[in-house]
C-alpha cells in the first residue's frame, strides 16, 4: 500500500533567505547545479580545477570572485590521468601559496563512473554521504554516460538523478560539457544536446575564445543578476604556475581577502593592520572584518610584528571545513 504524499501548510515553509546566497560570489550559486560549457580546448577542466581548488581552499576563485563557503570539494576527470591532474592543482596552489598535501580536494580515482548505471550512482551517492562535499564536479558530462544526449526522456532521468544527490547532499554541483560551434545570443541554447539541460542550469560558466591568447567568460543564474563578462587568459610557461587569470585590460580590483593576501606575499616581513589600510586604502571596519575571515579559514596569522600568511606547513585543512 502506498504511502501518502508529505505536504506542508504553506506558511510552515521556512522563507528564502534575503538575497542570493552564494558559494562563489556572482560566479555560483550556494548548492546550485549547472555547467561549465565551452568549445573543445576552451579551458573547461582548467575553470572548473580553478573553482574546485578555490571552495577547497577559501581563497578566490580567478583572483576575483570571493568564496562564500569554504569546505570539502569532489572532482571526477574522466579524460585526465591522476598525474596530470595532480599536477595542474599543484600549480593553482604554488600560485596561491597553499599547501598541496593540506588541500581538501578528493578526487575519485575510479577507471570509469556512469551516471547511467545504478551500480555507480550507489557509489556516488555513498562517497558523498562520506565525505559531504560542498562542491561536486564532474568532467566531463559526455564521458559519464552512455545515452542519447538528444533524447530529452533519457537526459532528464540522468538529470532527476543529479537534482535529487544536490538536494540530499546539499551542495553544489558542477558538470564540465561541450558547447555547438553555432553561435547563439543565449549561450545556453548552445550546449550539446537536450535543452533539458539548460531548463535544468541554476548557475553556468560559458567560455568563449576571442583570439589565440584570450577568452570571454559569461556568467549566468536562474535566481541572481549576472556580473558583467570578463576576459580571461591562459597563463604557462616562463616559470609561471599554469592557471587562468583576468585579462589585465579588463581587470576591476579583487575582493578584500584576496588584496590583503597579495601584500602580505610582496612583503618579506609581517604587516600591521595601519600598514595594510595605508596600502590597500581601506576602511578600517572592513579590514577588521576580512582579517578576521583570513584568519578563521587559516591563511593569514597574527603575530607580534603584524600580520602574515600562514606557512605552508601550518595551513589547516579543519579550518576550511564548515
Known amino acids: 500500500m502506498s504511502e501518502p504524499l508529505p505536504t ?3 506558511h510552515a515553509i521556512d522563507p528564502e533567505p534575503d538575497g542570493p546566497q552564494w558559494l562563489v560570489q556572482d560566479l555560483w ?3 546550485a547545479v549547472g555547467v561549465i ?4 580546448k576552451a579551458c573547461k577542466s582548467m575553470m572548473g580545477l580553478d573553482l574546485a581548488v578555490s571552495v577547497a581552499s577559501g581563497t578566490a576563485c580567478l583572483g576575483r570572485f570571493e568564496v562564500h563557503t569554504p569546505g570539502p570539494v569532489v572532482v571526477y576527470l574522466a579524460e585526465d590521468a591522476l598525474p ?3 599536477d595542474r592543482v599543484a600549480q593553482l596552489c604554488r600560485h596561491r601559496g597553499l599547501a598541496l598535501r593540506n588541500l581538501n580536494l578528493h578526487v575519485v580515482t575510479a577507471p570509469s563512473l556512469r551516471l547511467d548505471l545504478e551500480h555507480d550512482r550507489r557509489a556516488l551517492d555513498q562517497t558523498l554521504g562520506a565525505i559531504q562535499p560542498k562542491l561536486l564536479v564532474l568532467d566531463p558530462l559526455v564521458r559519464l554516460h552512455r545515452l542519447d544526449e538528444n533524447s530529452a526522456a533519457d537526459v532528464s532521468g540522468m538529470l532527476g538523478f543529479l537534482r535529487d544527490i544536490n538536494r540530499r547532499h546539499q551542495l553544489a554541483l558542477v558538470l564540465v560539457h561541450h558547447m555547438a560551434k553555432r553561435s547563439r545570443r543565449d549561450l545556453g541554447q548552445t550546449l550539446r544536446g ?3 539541460l539548460h531548463a535544468w542550469i541554476d548557475s553556468a560558466c560559458y567560455l568563449v575564445r576571442r583570439d589565440d591568447q584570450r577568452l570571454r567568460l559569461t556568467v549566468e543564474h536562474r535566481s541572481a543578476p549576472a556580473p558583467d563578462p570578463v ?9 609561471e604556475p599554469l592557471r587562468l587569470l583576468v585579462d ?3 581587470a576591476t580590483p579583487p575582493p578584500l581577502g584576496e588584496a590583503i593576501r597579495s601584500e602580505l606575499r610582496r612583503s618579506h616581513q609581517p604587516l600591521s593592520r595601519t600598514a595594510l589600510r595605508r596600502q590597500l586604502r581601506v576602511n578600517n571596519a572592513r579590514l577588521g572584518d576580512a582579517l578576521q575571515t583570513l584568519e578563521k579559514r587559516g591563511l593569514v596569522v597574527r603575530g607580534p610584528g603584524g600580520w602574515s600568511l600562514l606557512p605552508e606547513h601550518e595551513f589547516s585543512r579543519a579550518d576550511l571545513i564548515r
Open 8 to 10: 506542508l501548510l504553506v
Open 29 to 31: 550559486g550556494a548548492c
Open 37 to 40: 560549457g565551452g568549445a573543445p
Open 84 to 86: 596530470r591532474v595532480r
Open 194 to 196: 537536450s535543452s533539458d
Open 231 to 239: 576576459l580571461l587568459r591562459l597563463v604557462a610557461g616562463d616559470g
Open 248 to 250: 589585465s585590460n579588463d
